[in-house]
C-alpha cells in the first residue's frame, strides 16, 4: 500500500531501478513541483519579489528540516551541502598549533581532507580512533584518549560513504557530553535513512544534504547548531552579512541563531525543495519507510554473494543502506556502466574515498548499491541478473 503510493510519487521509478541513493535519491513529485513553481514565480515576478512573496513557505522549510531531527528552527543554518556545513562548523574554532582533533578511520574523505589541510597550515594534530575488532569506532578507545588527550573537537561520519556500517554516533555523543568536548557529526547519510534526534545523539553540530537518502535537490544542505555552540559565541571565520550585522565601523553581532553560519545567497526554489523533502521524509518514515530501507539492503546483502565472483566488503556491527562489493573480474566503473545501460543505477569509488579502509581491504576500487524504502526487491533480483548477465559476457 506504502510501496505502491511512495512509488506513484517518483516519476523516476517508471523506467530505471534506482540503487543509488547514497549518489542522490530521487526527488518525490512533491519536491520536484516546490522547485519548480518557485523557479517559475521568479522568472515571472523577480527572483526578490518572489522571496517576499514565499517567505511564509521558506520558514516553514526550516521548521520541517528542524522537526525532522528534533530540533528548533533557530538551530538550523541552510547552505550549499554537507561539505559546506562541516567547512563552516570547522572554521567556527580558533585553530591552533597542537590542538588536537579526534576522528574515524572511517570519516567522509573530505572531512579528512579538511582536517589535513587545517594540520598543514594550523598545525592542528589528527588522531583516529581505535576500530572494534568487526569494524566501526570503539567508544571505549575514544573515552580513553578523550580523558589522556582532551581534544578540542570530536568529529565523526554517522554513516561513512562507502564502507557499510553505521557508527555509534550516540555513544561518541555520551561521550562528548560527559567530558564537554564539542561535537560535530556527518549526517550526511543518515538523514532519510535512520531516525535522528540532535538531544539523543549529544551533538554540537550536524551536518547533512539533501539530496541523498532525504531525496531531495542537488545544491543545498543544512547544518545543525546546539545552542551551547550559539552561547559559546562560535561563529564561521567568514560571517557575512546574513550572518551578522555591520553595527559600527569595526564592529559586528553574529546573528542570535544558527543563521549565523548562512550565506546571504540564496537557491531559494532548492530551500523549498529541501523544506518539501523533509516532510515528505517525515510523512514516510511514521509510514515504515526506514525498516522497508533496512529490509531491502539485507535482500541486497542476501542475494549479491549468490553471483560468483562478487564479494560483500560491508564491516561494522551494525549495517546500513549502503552496501559494497568488490567484483575483481571487472573494473567496478565499467560495471557500473554496463548496468546503467540496462536500466539499473549503481556507483563505484576509487581508493582515494577512503584510503585507510580500501588499503586494509586490499583493493584498488569498490562498488556501491543503495536501495531505499521505494525499490522493490524484484529491482534488486532484477540488479542480480544484470550483474550475471554483464559478467557472463566477459
Ligand atoms: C558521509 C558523507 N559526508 C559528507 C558528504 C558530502 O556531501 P556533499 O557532497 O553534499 O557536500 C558525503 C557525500 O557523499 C558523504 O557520503
Not at 572494534?132 to 560513504?161: C, M, N
Not at 563505484?348 to 588499503?359: G, H, K, L, Q, T
Request: hydrophobic residues 50%.
Amino acid at each position: 500500500m506504502n510501496l505502491a503510493r511512495w512509488r506513484a510519487d517518483t516519476p523516476g521509478t517508471a523506467g530505471r531501478a534506482h540503487l543509488n541513493n547514497a549518489g542522490a535519491g530521487l526527488m518525490p513529485a512533491p519536491v520536484l513541483s516546490a522547485i519548480k513553481h518557485h523557479l517559475e514565480l521568479e522568472a515571472a515576478i523577480g527572483g526578490y519579489e518572489a522571496a517576499d512573496l514565499e517567505a511564509g513557505a521558506i520558514t516553514a522549510a526550516y521548521h520541517a528540516v528542524g522537526g525532522l531531527i528534533r530540533a528548533p528552527a533557530a538551530n538550523i543554518a541552510i547552505v550549499e551541502n554537507a561539505t559546506v556545513a562541516v567547512a563552516q562548523a570547522l572554521s567556527a574554532f580558533d585553530w591552533a598549533p597542537g590542538d588536537l582533533v579526534i576522528t574515524s578511520e572511517a570519516d567522509y574523505v573530505s572531512n579528512q581532507l579538511m582536517l589535513l589541510s587545517l594540520s598543514a597550515r594550523r598545525g592542528i594534530e589528527i588522531l583516529r580512533a581505535p576500530e572494534l575488532t568487526e569494524g566501526g569506532i570503539d567508544p571505549a578507545g575514544v573515552e580513553s584518549l578523550v580523558r589522556r588527550r582532551r581534544p578540542a573537537l570530536l568529529v565523526l561520519s554517522w554513516i561513512p560513504t562507502n564502507s557499510g556500517m553505521v557508527q555509534d554516533a550516540a555513544a561518541i555523543g555520551a561521550i562528548a557530553r560527559r567530558h564537554e568536548i564539542p561535537y560535530l557529526l556527518d549526517a550526511c547519510q543518515a538523514v532519510g535513512q535512520l531516525p535522528i534526534d540532535v538531544n539523543a545523539l549529544g551533538c554540537d553540530f550536524l551536518a547533512a544534504t539533501a539530496r541523498k537518502f532525504l531525496r531531495g535537490p542537488r545544491g543545498i544542505g543544512f547544518l545543525y547548531v546546539s545552542d551551547r555552540m550559539l552561547a559559546a559565541n562560535r561563529y564561521p571565520l567568514f560571517i557575512d552579512l546574513r550572518g551578522g550585522t555591520w553595527t559600527a565601523p569595526d564592529r559586528f553581532e553574529p546573528d542570535a541563531g544558527a543563521r549565523r553560519f548562512e550565506n546571504w545567497e540564496f537557491a531559494y526554489a532548492l530551500v523549498l525543495g529541501l523544506g518539501a523533502a523533509a516532510r515528505y521524509a517525515a510523512d514516510a518514515e511514521t509510514a515504515g519507510a526506514l525498516d522497508a530501507t533496512a529490509a531491502l539492503a539485507l535482500h541486497t546483502r542476501r542475494r549479491l554473494p549468490e553471483v560468483e565472483g562478487v564479494t560483500l566488503l560491508d564491516r561494522g556491527h551494525t549495517k546500513s543502506a549502503i552496501v559494497t562489493a568488490s567484483v575483481p573480474r571487472i573494473a567496478p566503473a565499467d560495471l557500473v556502466a554496463a548496468l546503467r545501460q540496462s536500466g539499473v543505477n549503481t556507483s563505484w569509488f576509487p581508493r582515494s574515498a577512503a584510503v585507510i579502509d580500501m588499503d586494509r581491504k586490499r583493493i584498488p576500487a569498490g562498488w556501491r548499491i543503495s536501495p531505499h524504502y521505494y525499490n522493490t526487491e524484484a529491482e534488486v533480483d532484477r540488479l542480480i541478473a544484470a550483474v550475471r548477465d554483464t559478467l557472463a559476457i566477459r
